[in-house]
């Protein structure tokens, strides 16, 4: 589990050291001391196993969701476009079909 997954609290080891969690970006090592923990750390848990994560954590959106509100704002978008008939430049179509591929290529990566 990544760092930014775990509650304030949670006890894991990172690189042979023993820490608690105390903010965000800040964990408290065992027996003094403050580190800020990278976000691609791979942590392991100590005190029991970790409270699992929700399945979609505070703040974290469904991709579902997202790539359905996309696709709306893209037909609305190319609607928008093909009402403005020949006010438009007529690659601007293509561009934007072409943005919202790299659009979902992205989520896709990060989901």
């Known amino acids: 589990m990544k760092f930014q997954h775990l509650p304030d609290g949670a006890r894991f080891e990172y690189e042979g ?3 608690t969690k105390i ?3 800040v964990a408290a090592e065992e027996g003094g001391g403050q580190r800020m923990i990278p976000r691609y750390a791979v942590l392991r848990p ?4 970790w409270p699992k994560q929700p399945e979609h954590a505070e703040g ?17 978008t190319l609607r928008l ?3 403005t008939g020949d006010a438009a430049p007529p ?5 934007l079909e072409a943005a ?10 990060h989901s």
């Not at 974290?60 to 609305?76: G, H, P, Y």
Request: net charge positive; no cysteine.
């Open 91 to 95: 690659t601007l179509q293509a561009e």
């Open 23 to 25: 903010s965000p970006l």
């Open 60 to 76: 974290q959106a469904d991709m579902a969701k997202v790539l359905a509100a996309f696709a709306e704002f893209e037909r609305t």
């Open 17 to 19: 050291r023993h820490y």
């Open 46 to 49: 100590l005190a029991g196993d």
């Open 81 to 83: 476009l093909a009402a």
């Open 100 to 109: 919202g591929r790299v659009f979902r290529n992205k989520i896709k990566q």
